[in-house]
């Protein structure tokens, strides 16, 4: 058992910004603009009330001397944004807030009473002129619509400039440690695992390696951004990118959706470029499919969500299934030829065909050119091999996945000044291990990964120019691989090496040359990642001061038989069949 336990407090972040440069919450955004009369004037004392669309939840502030204003910490959804000013005419315009957007809404009002009301046409412009910051979002629109293989929304993280797909590099450290899906990413250069993530504001990196925990399927995902330069100092955490997701919440009315894709050889068009034959045994055979695509893959779920309290407390659930499987990709392997029907113990034999390898073994393959013996073990790892009259085999290792994901989430407002957001996400993974005894070539590990994440975030308004975030995330990843139940140790095909694990497993069984088979052996790895963060904002005039601090605990547990089984290796067939590397006090071996 290893244990790497890791504690990070962050020194108190203090910074102060004027209005060409506002600062906000993890995947919060910010609306802030100018109040003017006709004359270009600034009109001092201008309430603004800012209405999410959805939930009815509103947020005031007022005009300063400069006819400045600035509503900080807004979940990104669109908004009603409501300006009254004595002597004027009431202004109402509809926006829509991105995450970590500052969304610059400056009106002129025009001169009137207040029971006028100038509506507002035209969207407000999107272009963040307020921060330095480049950021690429990526809102519903594109999240539902781009074609996405797998609905794997955290593909579309390669949308924004300087981000490039990076696979190699050991982040993605496969479907035994790590969660599919995972998007290993360079942003301007930096290693790929120098991007932090956060979901709804919490942590949401996979503590192992450094990648993206499971992002939600595209129904549960209301939008995330991509920051990839200049951004603020309370995402210091990471050198590269950062990612903020934001999850769907519920609203004032009931909305939900059930769907399904399906992905088979019946909707599917062959490949042109796919073959009429196969090699089966060294044959070409006519494919019965004519080169259909083999992958099956059925996504289907579901989102509902809507009000309990009307104004006060709202519900979001969705859940998505998947199922993969496929036949998998042809691999080629050698392997020893015999034309006989059965395979002898042991003695030499009379054949007629004396280029076969075991035939020829028997007859004069032995040491010093003396008929041979096939050692028992041997004996035993090819009963399992799909021996012929060819050396060239080809076989195929069948790939079988199945996905869970739920996702939930509850907003509460206690009072207008006081809310409460929880949110849970579950995440399953298993993969079939692949077992047969009569073809130990396609042998290959299963794997189980288990993610949960769990967030509360609270959000107290103290006066309108002094607000509080408080977050607390936690979360748990715990994956296993190993093979099927019913493989062999090394043991039980007769080798009496002195240890192995207490599961079964077989690591490598190579002959150079010829044929190899073997996986890792069983293995968990487990993280927790419990994270407790806190910002205070407060707007003094033309001033955003920012405070903030972060706790972090990590904690890795690896349980890893790695190696425990051995690996054995001969140098050529002769010396496979023979037995004679089993001698411990020399080469390590069977015998």
């Given at each position: 058992?290893?244990?790497?336990?890791?504690?990070?407090?962050?020194?108190?972040?203090?910074?102060?910004?004027?209005?060409s440069n506002l600062a906000h919450g993890q995947g919060l955004g910010s609306i802030a603009g100018t109040i003017t009369d006709p004359t270009g004037a600034a009109i001092v004392a201008a309430q603004i009330t800012v209405t999410q669309i959805g939930t009815g939840l509103a947020r005031e502030a007022a005009t300063d001397v400069g006819g400045y204003y600035v509503v900080p910490s807004l979940?990104?959804?669109?908004?009603?944004?409501?300006?009254?000013a004595r002597g004027f005419s009431d202004a109402r315009q509809n926006v829509t807030l991105l995450a970590d957007q500052t969304l610059t809404v400056s009106l002129q009002l025009k001169v009137g009473s207040g029971s006028e009301i100038i509506q507002v046409e035209g969207n407000a412009p999107q272009v963040d002129t307020m921060t330095s910051t480049i950021r690429q979002v990526v809102e519903q629109a594109r999240i539902t619509e781009l074609p996405l293989n797998g609905r794997n929304a955290a593909q579309l993280t390669l949308?924004?400039?300087?981000?490039?797909?990076?696979?190699?590099?050991?982040?993605?450290?496969?479907?035994?440690?790590?969660?599919?899906?995972?998007?290993?990413?360079?942003?301007?250069?930096?290693?790929?695992?120098?991007?932090?993530?956060?979901?709804?504001?919490?942590?949401?990196?996979?503590?192992?390696?450094?990648?993206?925990?499971?992002?939600?399927?595209?129904?549960?995902?209301q939008e995330f951004s991509v920051q990839t330069s200049n951004y603020t100092a309370?995402?210091?955490?990471?050198a590269g990118a950062v990612v903020n997701v934001i999850t769907k919440s519920g609203s004032n009315n009931f909305h939900g959706n059930a769907f399904e894709f399906l992905r088979n050889s019946v909707f599917n068009a062959r490949n042109y470029f796919a073959p009429l034959t196969f090699l089966d045994n060294g044959v070409l055979t006519p494919t019965k499919d004519e080169g259909r695509d083999q992958i099956k893959r059925n996504q289907f779920g579901g989102t509902f969500g809507g009000p309990i309290i009307r104004n006060r407390t709202f519900f979001f659930f969705g859940v998505q299934f998947t199922r993969f499987r496929n036949v998998g990709s042809p691999s080629n392997s050698t392997v020893p030829t015999t034309a006989l029907s059965t395979i002898p113990a042991s003695g030499p034999v009379t054949s007629s065909c004396p280029t076969c390898d075991i035939e020829t073994y028997l007859n004069t393959g032995g040491p010093g050119g003396t008929p041979g013996t096939i050692d028992p073990v041997s004996l035993n790892i090819l009963a399992g091999l799909p021996l012929s009259t060819n050396k060239a085999v080809t076989f195929l290792k069948p790939d079988n996945e199945n996905f869970k994901e739920y996702l939930g989430r509850v907003d509460h407002s206690f009072t207008q000044n006081d809310r409460l957001s929880v949110r849970y996400g579950y995440n399953q993974f298993e993969r079939g291990a692949v077992f047969d005894p009569t073809n130990l070539l396609a042998y290959a590990d299963g794997s189980n990964i288990t993610n949960q994440n769990y967030l509360i975030h609270e959000n107290h308004i103290f006066r309108p120019t002094l607000l509080n975030d408080f977050r607390f995330s936690y979360a748990r990843e715990n994956s296993t691989r190993g093979p099927a139940a019913n493989v062999p140790s090394v043991q039980d095909l007769g080798s009496n090496i002195p240890f192995q694990p207490p599961t079964n497993a077989i690591q490598q069984i190579r002959v150079n040359g010829f044929?190899?088979?073997?996986?890792?052996?069983n293995a968990s790895f487990i993280r927790n990642n419990f994270t407790w963060s806190d910002d205070v904002s407060w707007v003094k005039g033309r001033h955003d001061f920012r405070f903030g601090g972060v706790i972090e605990r990590s904690r890795v547990d690896l349980n890893n038989r790695f190696f425990q089984p051995a690996e054995f290796s001969f140098n050529g067939i002769n010396g496979f069949l023979s037995g004679a590397l089993g001698d411990y006090s020399g080469n390590l071996a069977f015998r």
């Open positions: 058992m290893k244990r790497n336990i890791v504690l990070a407090l962050m020194s108190l972040v203090v910074f102060s910004t004027l209005s979940h990104p959804a669109g908004y009603t944004i409501t300006i009254k949308l924004s400039p300087g981000s490039v797909n990076s696979p190699n590099g050991g982040a993605d450290q496969g479907f035994t440690k790590t969660f599919p899906g995972a998007v290993t990413i360079s942003a301007n250069g930096a290693r790929q695992n120098m991007v932090s993530y956060q979901l709804d504001g919490g942590n949401y990196v996979d503590e192992y390696t450094n990648v993206n925990q499971p992002f939600p399927f595209p129904d549960a995902l309370e995402y210091g955490q990471n044929f190899n088979f073997g996986d890792n052996p």
